[in-house]
């Protein structure tokens, strides 16, 4: 926040930045290039498991690579992955045809190999590496991914009980309102497997209802199941399900209703992280968090905000398994005005807060 021309920062704010700055060498890579690192590995490690690394040794056209993965009816996006790699320098065109640079996949691998940074997204490479690979070939012949098939739910399982994903969901807590948000009802849209409601439940002492959304039944289901071994710090004699906390509840929700099941004004606190990049109707969704907030109520957001408005390495990654893509910092402004959010702020490159009026 800038007061009087000078740089004042609430205490959340301190306390996420140290949170961010103590966890995580991530700073070392600045977010917005890590989150584009990150992506084009991803896209890399697919390319190469596709074989169309060596196959581009020789110069290729985009009919040519399509041919030698065969049935590639979005050509679009193969020429969007090509197009945002050549960005990276990690292919170049001769006479309109791709050619790997190896020069460049070798010095990717050496910091997927190398760089703290990257460790915490070990698991997302190996998830690509060992499977998503394949989802991706489906979405380029045109298919749709299913998010509970075992290629994606797998990473998403396994990223989404990393600490690195921990840190990230108590930073967005620091900046919408710290301990103050105890005894408060919370939404938690998209909450997934069932380490975001922990964490939010361990970060208010259990001292808040919690009301858990997801859009497929298979994730809500896991959620429900996730084991608590300690309430406020103290070990339970045997360890509860979420399911059988009296403040948590589970909705499941058609990832394509108008309208969510949940009333009007009826939560102090809607919290979504990780969610809106992969969601067909994000508009829709910052809508409904507005409908179902009170008045005052805060909106707590993450999501990789891009800076420009030009398509990213991050988006074509996104779009290969199965979701949609980033925004910019315009566009997050813009949702959340027209869904009659204000005192937006933005911060990191991924963290969103804002109130209802
Ligand atoms: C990366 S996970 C994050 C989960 C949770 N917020 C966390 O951090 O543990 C993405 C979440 O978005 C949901 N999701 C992904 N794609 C979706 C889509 N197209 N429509 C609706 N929900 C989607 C998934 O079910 C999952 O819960």
Known sequence: MVSGGRLVLSFGEVRAALRLFRNVPLLRLWIPKLTDVV???QLIICLEKLGVLGFTSMPRSLEEISSFLGGVKRTDLLQDIFETLKELKVFRVVDGKYVVNWWMVEKFFRLKAKHPALKPFNVTFQGVERMAYRAALTVLRGGKVDLTSPEIATIFYFQTHHPVFDIGRRALLDLGGGRSLKGKTILDVGCGFGAEPVTILNYLDFDCNLICIDFSSNVVDECMHTPVERIAGKPLPSPKLLMELENVSFITVDPSAERWPIPDESVDVAFTFSYLHRCDHPQRAIRECARILKRNGRFLLTT??????????????????????????????????????????????????????
């Open 39 to 41: 992506s084009a590995l």
């Open 304 to 357: 990789m905000i891009k800076k420009g408005e030009k398509l990213t390495v991050t988006d074509v990654a996104i779009r290969l398994f199965g979701g949609n893509r980033s925004y910019s910092r315009r566009e997050i402004k813009e949702f959340l005005r027209n869904a009659g959010l204000e005192d937006v702020k933005i911060r990191f490159s991924f963290f969103v807060t804002a109130r209802k009026s």
